[in-house]
């Protein structure tokens, strides 16, 4: 296929990962001015490059005119929490919102994945209105703490550094590394509270000086 074709093929994704990256930061963006605990903390977005999805295709045997509806993470967007308790509530916002349609859902914190990733997938329908006219496409919705991203973006670069051969003594440390942010996020649920209480002091105190 033509890269200026696959650009076009693109151009309703790309919309839909901007809509969705400020859908979701405006819930942030909310909270924090009306001086509540926000279950997000940040929110980023990609659309696949098109020599991924290619590979992707080739490694799951996708025919080419079946991509769009084989391969459901063109459009992603990752959500970060500070505490696992937030996934719940961050689930919960997206099961009620009119503006998408849930089509899956993948617990891989519960059901932990052999290399010991764990994230909230929700496969979303969503509509968007592009020049072209108006399409429905599917975007990959993953949501996180800040540990579970922090292991996961070094493995997914070490998955990529030793083309998904990583050596045995970096997979032990890494099956290690993972224990340790399970162990971390466990840790900062107890004392979830106090945290956030000391939070919100520091953002008040932060909006008062500002507005001095
Ligand atoms: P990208 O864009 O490089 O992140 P797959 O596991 O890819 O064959 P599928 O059906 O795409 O299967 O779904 P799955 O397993 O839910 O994976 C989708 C995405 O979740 C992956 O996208 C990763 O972003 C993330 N993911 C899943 N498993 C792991 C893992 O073991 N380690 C890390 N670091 N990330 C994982 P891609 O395809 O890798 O693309």
Redesign the pocket.
């Known amino acids: 296929m033509e890269i200026q074709l696959w650009r076009q093929i693109l151009i309703p994704y790309q919309q839909a990962v901007e809509e969705l990256k400020v859908k979701f930061a405006s819930i942030v963006h909310e909270n924090r001015r009306l001086g509540q605990y926000s279950p997000i903390e940040y929110v980023t977005g990609?659309v696949?490059k098109i020599s991924?999805i290619l590979e992707?295709a080739k490694?799951?045997n996708i025919p080419l005119n079946e991509i769009e509806a084989k391969?459901?993470?063109i459009a992603?967007i990752r959500i970060l929490c500070q505490f696992v308790e937030d996934i719940d509530k961050v689930v919960a916002i997206i099961r009620s919102r009119k503006d998408m349609e849930i089509k899956d859902e993948?617990d891989?914190i519960s059901n932990t994945?052999?290399?010991?990733?764990r994230?909230y997938?929700m496969i979303v329908y969503y509509d968007v209105h592009t020049a072209l006219g108006a399409k429905r496409i599917k975007a990959?919705i993953?949501i996180r703490t800040l540990s579970m991203n922090f292991?996961?973006?070094i493995?997914?670069s070490l998955?990529y550094k030793y083309e998904h051969n990583i050596p045995e003594e970096i997979q032990k440390r890494l099956t290690n590394a993972a224990e340790a942010a399970f162990k971390l996020d466990q840790e900062m649920s107890i004392i979830r509270n106090e945290i956030i209480k000391a939070q919100n002091l520091f953002q008040l105190k932060s909006s008062v000086i500002a507005d001095i």
């Open positions: 990609r696949k991924n992707k490694k799951k391969i459901e993470d992603g993948i891989y994945k052999k290399s010991g990733y994230s997938h990959e993953q292991w996961a973006t493995e997914h998955q």
